[in-house]
């Protein structure tokens, strides 16, 4: 996602509405549904084989603070 | 008196001891048991079983496997049906379909003579001159279209699913499928193995593989018995597997019942389908493909009346006309469409058996007898070239013709999977190739043909299975199979036409060749402008034969012509079976038996069951009417245990509350509520619900009935991303709650007991509380939506039925009324309020709504926020207002068009006659020029009729929101 705060018009469209669409690997978000988990797959979305699935903190493991801008009720 | 069939060995599949009988078109038609209603009618030398898709062309069975559409047939309770996959026991009254008069005399057939003017493609030419004539056209050809009736009064029989594991599926149980399942089983893998028809063995059943045909009985027998009896192995038989999906999901219809199969593993030993010889009237009921008639023999003991020709583009029809004249069958010549046979021991034994051989030959031309429907006699002519024949006819009568121009490898399944076909000009087949990982050929689908071949390539698809379960076992034995069964050219263009190349779409060779000089040549185009293999064969019979076709006619290879893409189903499917079992999960709440001893008329909302009101449905505005004033004047009751309930717990519940939802929550005061909407990334306001903050570090919000799951599931999503120090739990079928609303339900809660000072000062509007209510652990939140005084209780759910009861006494003195969700939906509406899903929809943003104000521009982020500030800096296209009518006027309903000059603006969200006010009232989006409350804006209700409606300010009722704040 590009900062919400900085980045233009044009490329907060872009990120909300294209997707690069190429054949290759994708990495996505996937949810095993009886239990809620989200996880991460990466898949060839042509073949449809999946390559590799692991824990989100793999990716995401520092605390994400969103600073500027004051925080009133 | 029983039809005579052939001795053993013929007839494997019937009990001769088991007579059986049906009606088929007015008329007895008797069998024995194992026949199928194909093989009855044959045995008693009824070819005619339909009436073709166009011309309406008399037809007759062609494979007699269930490969080609020839004879679709009506059942009782159930159209389009197979005649041989139907078996003649208890089958009661059947009848054809697709004439008019009757199967022998269809008046529909005249259109065969009108051929020249319906050529393919016709209808997107004509019928639309003079104009108003498709009116016309339209009627008569809904009346000629269609093929089987439905039977309306059916009764659903019982379908269901199961799912099933296995190691190695193994598709089709031919000498090839019962090696490879032999060989993994033996090798220690689980096997699934599957083969659409009833019986074990498939081509070995009733192929005559070699002349002498000694050991083909003995093979068949060894290979079933050793399956049948292993305890790896695991048979469906009269079961199709229908796809093939991503990791081995195959899908496998038996019966009634769909197999949901997941292999680790697959070996497609599917087979090929026998080709027709393509020559004029080669649709004639009578013409039948090789295979077909050892079927009829071998499987039901059916030797058809003859003489008999046989048409050969292999030496596999000769091996046929053997067979056949050991049953007794009269031949009245073998036609060989090349100059010699392969084995060149066939022509001996063909003139031991009296049998006379024509050879570089073939059936120019098929006649029927005199009833019109069913082969008389054949005119055959010397073959001079590809395509082309001499000049000297010959004359033979005959009854019967089987043919076999070659193979076409049963490549469904495998391309599905994203195999490839390639064709060889030296052996004019196609071949598969670029198999997906995990998936093994063996047989005749993978072009081996000759018997030992076929075996050892069962067994080393076998091998490959074991090997890619990561399982010992031994090398691969070479496979060697020179035979050429194929013949490169078995297509004779006719100046009279007439020669079928899909007999389920009726198109003939000039019809292929057209399309091509129209410029559709890329295969595909083929396909879709002549429809050519668009019928239930799906291009068993004619792939070959068309690709052959265009790619001469576009000077192109065979392979890169191609064939179309395969896609499932390989054959039809019912969707009862699809449906399965037929039961609708409801879920009810705590309270659902109350609700139904006080005569709710119960709804659906979502996947719970929700009274819409009390009382009856006939007397439905009555009802709501006295519900709505008992709210607005003493005290309802209802149950909203279905909305959605989220718990957020931790040090970073306000920030992520901040962060989730447009409005601000970091200064939320512990006890009070906010209104929480909840926009998409794309700026869309797709759910709402009530915040209470019952701790620094705890909130309990509200989500819609139909929405929370997603709620729920985003907002794991996001902090999966952000790893907040926070917990967020669903808790919506752990809280019940109910609405208390009315100028009395403070009374209410007090007669009930409550442990909490309920007075406004105390527990003013928009404040939460939790405590006990008539001895119940409860969460209070006084909420506006229907604008009324009124208390929210959420109870543990264990709790809610006993809370319901004692509120509704505490209620007596002030003749509580229980209220229903429509009439909740009038008392909001007449607030103004809108209901997320009905009043917004996939587009509205907070502007669009009213929400302005909801939306928080101070803090730094929110979802979705960036998407919102673009869109609300951009003038409104519409705007979500309140307008008002006449009792009187032609009520709005939902979806009814605003219209401004002529063109749609906007639509109505919702629409309802308003007791309390005596008037109509609604909201709409309307253009945004019209939205101050002076405009008046055009309503186009039912019928086209236009009503003027004036805009309201909203709220409708109390528009100084001071009823829920008392």
């Known amino acids: 996602m590009p900062d919400p705060q900085q980045c233009s018009d044009k490329d907060w469209a872009s990120y909300v509405f294209y997707d690069n669409n190429a054949i290759g690997i994708v990495r996505e978000w996937w949810q095993h549904a009886p239990s809620s988990y989200w996880f991460i797959a990466e898949r060839h979305n042509a073949s449809d084989d999946i390559l590799r699935t692991y824990d989100p903190g793999e990716l995401f493991s520092e605390r994400v603070d969103f600073t500027t801008g004051e925080n009133e009720p | 008196m029983s039809p005579s069939r052939l001795e053993h060995p013929f007839g494997q599949l019937i009990d ?138 059916a009764t659903p029989r019982y379908t269901d699913k199961q799912y099933l594991f296995c190691d190695v599926a193994v598709i089709g149980a031919g000498p090839a499928g019962l090696n490879a399942a032999l060989t993994a089983a033996t090798g220690g893998a689980e096997v699934l193995l599957v083969d659409e028809q009833e019986l074990l063995g498939g081509a070995l059943t009733y192929h005559r593989f070699t002349l002498e045909d000694d050991s083909r009985a003995q093979t068949l027998k060894a290979l079933s018995h050793a399956v049948a009896n292993h305890d790896k192995i695991r048979v469906l038989t009269g079961a199709t597997c229908n796809a093939w999906f991503s990791d081995h999901y195959l899908p ?244 009279k036409g007439r020669e079928f190349v899909d007999f389920d779409e009726d198109l003939q060779i000039k019809d292929i060749i057209n399309s091509a000089r129209l410029g559709y040549r890329d295969i595909q185009l083929v396909k879709r402008y002549s429809t050519v293999g668009m019928g239930p064969s799906q291009g068993r019979h004619s792939a070959l034969t068309t690709a052959r076709l265009i790619a001469d006619a576009t000077e192109r290879t065979v392979t890169e012509t191609g064939v179309t893409t395969a896609r499932p189903p390989v054959k039809p499917e019912s969707l009862g079976v699809l449906a399965g079992r037929r039961f609708h999960p409801i879920r009810k709440t705590p309270m659902d038996q109350r609700h139904l001893a006080l005569g709710a008329h119960m709804i659906p909302a979502g996947s719970w069951r929700r009274p819409a009101f009390y009382g009856a449905l006939d007397h439905r505005a009555a009802n709501i009417a006295a519900e709505a004033h008992a709210v607005r004047n003493g005290v309802g009751m209802i149950d909203v245990s279905t909305l959605g309930g989220i718990e957020l717990r931790g040090p970073d519940a306000a920030e992520f509350m901040n962060r989730i939802y447009t409005y601000g929550f970091l200064k939320q005061p512990v006890g009070k509520t906010r209104y929480a909407a909840l926009a998409n990334e794309q700026g869309v306001i797709i759910d709402d619900g009530v915040a209470a903050r019952l701790a620094e570090d705890h909130f309990y919000v509200t989500a819609t009935t139909t929405g929370v799951d997603r709620v729920y599931s985003e907002m794991l999503r996001w902090n999966a991303q952000w790893r907040l120090d926070l917990d967020i739990a669903q808790v919506t079928s752990a809280y019940s709650a109910v609405n208390v609303a009315g100028p009395f339900s403070r009374d209410v809660l007090e007669q009930a007991g409550c442990n909490i000072e309920l007075s406004s000062e105390s527990f003013p509007y928009l404040a939460c509380r939790e405590g006990m209510v008539a001895g119940i652990p409860a969460r209070l939140m006084r909420v506006g939506f229907v604008g009324e005084l009124g208390f929210e209780l959420h109870v543990p759910s264990l709790m809610a039925q006993t809370l319901w009861d004692k509120l509704m006494v505490a209620g007596e003195p002030f003749n509580i009324k229980p209220f229903g969700v429509e009439t909740q939906r009038l008392l909001r509406l007449e607030k103004g309020h809108i209901i997320i899903g009905q009043d917004t929809d996939g587009m509205s943003h907070p502007g669009e709504v009213g929400l302005a104000w909801a939306i928080n521009r101070k803090k730094a982020f929110f979802v979705g926020r960036r998407s919102v500030d673009i869109l609300m800096s951009q003038p409104l296209k519409r705007q979500l207002v309140g307008f008002t009518l006449s009792p009187s006027a032609p009520k709005p309903e939902e979806g009814h068009l605003v219209l401004r000059d002529g063109d749609i603006v906007g639509t109505v969200t919702s629409c309802e006659y308003s007791p309390t006010l005596a008037k109509v009232i609604g909201l709409a989006y309307v253009h945004p020029d019209d939205a101050q409350p002076d405009s008046e804006v055009t309503i186009r209700t039912a019928n086209g009729v236009c009503v003027q409606a004036p805009i309201a300010t909203l709220p409708f009722y109390d528009p100084g929101n001071a009823r829920q704040q008392l």
């Open chain 2, 252 to 495: 496998v219809f038996q019966g009634d019942r769909l197999y949901k199969v997941r292999a680790k593993t697959c070996v497609l030993a599917t087979g090929s389908s026998e080709q027709p010889v393509v020559f004029r009237n080669n649709d004639l009921p009578g013409i039948v493909l090789c295979s077909g008639l050892e079927r009829l023999m071998m499987h039901h003991g059916v030797c058809p009346e003859g003489p008999a020709v046989i048409l050969a583009g292999n030496d596999d029809a000769y091996l046929t006309a053997i067979t056949a004249a050991e049953a007794g069958l009269s031949i009245a010549g073998v036609v060989d469409l090349r100059s010699e046979p392969d084995d060149l021991a066939l022509p001996a034994a063909l003139s031991e058996r009296g049998i006379t051989l024509y050879k570089s030959a073939t059936v120019f031309e098929a006649h029927s007898d005199k009833s019109g429907a069913q082969l008389g006699a054949v005119t055959i002519y010397p073959i001079e070239s590809e395509g082309k024949v001499g000049v000297t006819p010959t004359h033979l009568e005959c009854r019967l013709l089987a043919m076999s121009a070659g193979f076409m490898p049963a490549y469904q399944l495998a391309c599905h999977g994203g195999a490839k076909l390639a064709y060889h000009d030296d052996k004019s087949e196609f071949t598969l190739t670029e198999l997906p990982e995990g998936m093994h050929l063996a047989g005749s689908v993978n072009s081996t043909h000759d018997l030992k071949a076929v075996c050892a390539d069962g067994r080393n698809a076998g091998r490959g299975a074991l090997r890619a379960l990561a399982l010992e076992t031994d090398n691969d034995e070479t496979v060697q199979c020179e035979r050429h069964v194929n013949h490169p050219w078995p297509i004779f263009k006719h100046p």
């Open chain 2, 16 to 153: 001769r001891d088991t007579p059986v009988t049906f009606e088929f078109e007015g008329e007895t038609v008797q069998g024995y048991a194992g026949d199928n209603v194909a093989s009855a009618l044959i045995g008693e030398g009824r070819w005619l079983m339909s009436r073709s898709f166009k011309y309406h062309r008399p037809r007759g069975p062609l494979s007699l496997a269930g490969h080609d559409a020839n004879t679709l047939i009506q059942t009782p309770t159930a159209a389009n049906r197979l005649a041989e996959d139907l078996m003649a026991k208890d089958q009661g009254t059947l009848s054809g379909q697709n004439y008019l008069g009757s199967l022998k005399f269809d008046y529909y057939s005249l259109l065969d003579r009108l051929g020249r003017f319906l050529p393919v493609g016709f209808y997107y030419r004509a019928f639309f001159k003079p104009r108003g004539m498709w009116r016309f056209w339209e009627n008569v050809i809904r009346n000629a279209a269609g093929l089987g009736v439905a039977n309306l009064e």
